[in-house]
């Protein structure tokens, strides 16, 4: 390939990558338009939950206000970072909403993200749920009193969950044990993500307690396969007024867990007005589903509301945050807050690795018996032009992999360079069916990296 052949390959391909940019800013993806296609609601715990149950019967109404789709994507794992980070860290297009909990105002006091509600636009708070104790039916303990002793005589026999180490309910039961004089782990936590998992772990014997909001054990509870021995409200939960509080067993404890809607920052406004108008509709009963509200619905499923709209629940979030910071970084609570193997440590090492790669080629090329000297005439028009398509399927996969999802997008991007390279077609889409899923579940399943899903969820 002479210069000029060069030359011109060169400037297809930065004219093929400014269409690329070009088509991409004129997408019907606009503020105008907004929404034309499939919504996501990043939930950062498992199924069965409060939190769970919550995002889903709003997703069933905001899908006939805004009139698209409205998907509910399970990002769990790094005890809320994972599903906290996605939501809150993606395109601010108004397509990815975020549910956020309690351990969102929890988790950068314990050293385990830098995330923030202060990383957040509030839209509205929806559940605000007290803690509870619950026990197997067959369970000796009948009150709080008989579990606080027999933890006294027998610490660290007992095991508890509810949610992820470090998470609102297993901050509520180490506060719990904290004030009754114990330690925080004179009863052994279990961690789990959420309380769906807990509770079937609690029905099938695995654990002797679970610490969680009584409208997430409701159908457990209801059919008799768990007892609550109490609740950490100030009052009987008015769903709930058999249950009593701790009070009224003379242990002056009360905490609550809650979750709300946010987007990312920089989501332009007139989205983050369209969102919060068409959640206001929801949440004051104007809009009906099946001839019911959204309150209604809620009350039905036993969950405890409370909505504070924009700078109320931004103010809400503020305040919260700091008690919890108060209380997670006080001297009872240091060790939930220590600093340890968090979900961005794979992170940091596979950087330092890279530094170490990047070193060692830097020593190499010092020392000639390592490798020889390198002149220009090395540097061929055919590397030049590789060099530039791998480039363009980096930047192909910045503009698409959002969207499309990281199967498609670096699955298409691996093969088409493959091919390109003059692998035959065949191995370059075997290479890819092997390689690119195993790359998936090695991230996203087993370090619990989030990676972009795309509308398919893939």
Not at 26 to 38: G, H, K
Not at 151 to 175: E, F, M
Not at 268 to 274: D, F, G
Request: aromatic fraction near 8%; glycine fraction near 10%.
């Amino acid at each position: 390939m002479n210069q000029r052949a060069l030359a011109n390959t060169t400037v297809q391909l930065m004219l093929l990558l400014l269409c690329l940019m070009l088509s991409e800013g004129c997408s019907s993806d606009s503020v105008e338009n907004y929404p034309d296609r499939p919504i996501s609601i990043i939930c950062p715990w498992s199924v069965g939950g409060a939190t769970d149950r919550t995002s889903r019967q709003l997703a069933v109404f905001l899908e006939q206000e805004l009139g698209v789709p409205v998907n509910v994507i399970n990002a769990t794992g790094g005890r809320g970072v994972t599903g906290h980070s996605r939501g809150l860290k993606a395109r601010p297009d108004g397509y990815t909403l975020a549910i956020i909990t309690g351990e969102l105002n929890m988790l950068h006091w314990q050293d385990l993200t830098t995330i923030s509600s202060r990383d957040a636009i509030p839209i509205m708070s929806l559940v605000d749920g007290a803690a509870a104790i619950f026990v197997k039916d067959d369970s000796p303990f009948h009150n709080m009193q008989e579990l606080l002793d027999y933890a006294k005589q027998n610490p660290g026999k007992l095991t508890a969950t509810g949610t992820a180490s470090g998470g609102i309910w297993h901050l509520a039961l180490a506060g719990w044990l904290d004030f009754s004089g114990l330690k925080a782990d004179d009863i052994k936590w279990i961690p789990m993500n959420g309380a769906g998992p807990s509770l079937q772990e609690l029905a099938s014997g695995g654990v002797d307690l679970v610490c969680c909001s009584l409208p997430e054990a409701k159908t457990l509870y209801d059919s008799g396969q768990v007892r609550c021995l109490g609740v950490m409200a100030e009052e009987p939960l008015p769903e709930f007024k058999e249950v009593p509080t701790f009070l009224s067993q003379g242990m002056n404890w009360n905490i609550s867990g809650w979750n709300g809607l946010a987007l990312p920052l920089e989501t332009p406004q007139p989205i983050v007005e369209k969102v919060s108008q068409a959640v206001k509709k929801i949440t004051s009963g104007e809009s009906v589903m099946q001839g019911k509200t959204f309150p209604e619905f809620m009350r039905a499923a036993g969950l405890s509301t409370r909505y504070r709209a924009d700078d109320q629940f931004a103010q809400f979030l503020k305040s919260n945050d700091k008690t919890l910071g108060k209380l997670l970084t006080s001297d009872a609570f240091r060790q939930m807050s220590s600093r340890g193997t968090g979900p961005l440590v794979f992170p940091g090492l596979l950087a330092a690795a890279i530094g170490v790669i990047l070193g060692c080629l830097a020593f190499q090329k010092k020392v000639p018996a390592l490798a020889p000297d390198v002149s220009s005439d090395t540097v061929t028009s055919r590397g030049v032009v590789n060099t530039v398509l791998v480039l363009l399927g980096v930047v192909a996969y910045l503009l698409f992999a959002e969207k499309v999802g990281f199967l498609l997008t670096a699955g298409a991007i691996l093969f088409l360079l493959l091919w390109k390279f003059g692998t035959r077609w065949w191995m370059s889409a075997l290479i890819t069916v092997l390689f690119i899923p195993g790359i998936y579940t090695l991230f996203a399943q087993l370090l619990r990296v989030p990676l972009p899903r795309g509308i398919w969820g893939w």
